[in-house]
């Protein structure tokens, strides 16, 4: 693992495709998440890694062109297998290692941030009206808190 002090900013596309690959190989990877991607989406990383590339290039970058529904294929799992706090919380942590383990800076931050807020987001429109009064009400949606995280020398 290279140290805190090496560790630069996310840059561009290419620092994003790194971070990606990384990323979705520990969430295929996963004894909880894992089985969305490879058993229920059977989901061809070669494929799906252009077009989540381009989501976070515009997101950060505001340099690709994005026009899918980012919420679609995650409705398509859920009506499948319901898609719980505890899911998107692992994503989130998984989401938030990776970052912490390649980069440091404001656009990592924001990835990070970015990362929370669309979890949260995808959690409130699947999990319907219990979810929308958990997050009015300020509750975390069953994510467990980074400052417990173990997994960043993992990842």
Do not use: C, N
């Amino acid at each position: 693992m290279r140290e805190t002090r090496d560790l630069t900013d996310i840059g561009g596309r290419d620092d994003l495709d790194v971070l990606l690959r990384r990323f979705y190989g520990a969430a295929f990877a996963d004894p909880l998440i894992g089985p969305f991607f490879t058993e229920i989406a059977g989901t061809d990383l070669e494929v799906h890694l252009p077009h989540i590339g381009d989501f976070w290039e515009r997101a950060l970058f505001r340099t690709a062109p994005y026009g899918r529904d980012a919420l679609a294929p995650h409705a398509a799992l859920h009506a499948a297998r319901p898609l719980t706090p505890a899911h998107f919380g692992r994503w989130v942590q998984l989401w938030h290692a990776t970052v912490d383990g390649r980069h440091r800076g404001p656009r990592a931050d924001r990835a990070k941030a970015m990362g929370e807020r669309i979890a949260l987001s995808m959690l409130r429109r699947l999990g319907g009206p219990g979810a929308e009064r958990e997050a009015a009400t300020g509750g975390t949606g069953g994510f467990v808190p980074l400052a417990a995280l173990t997994l960043r020398a993992a990842v």
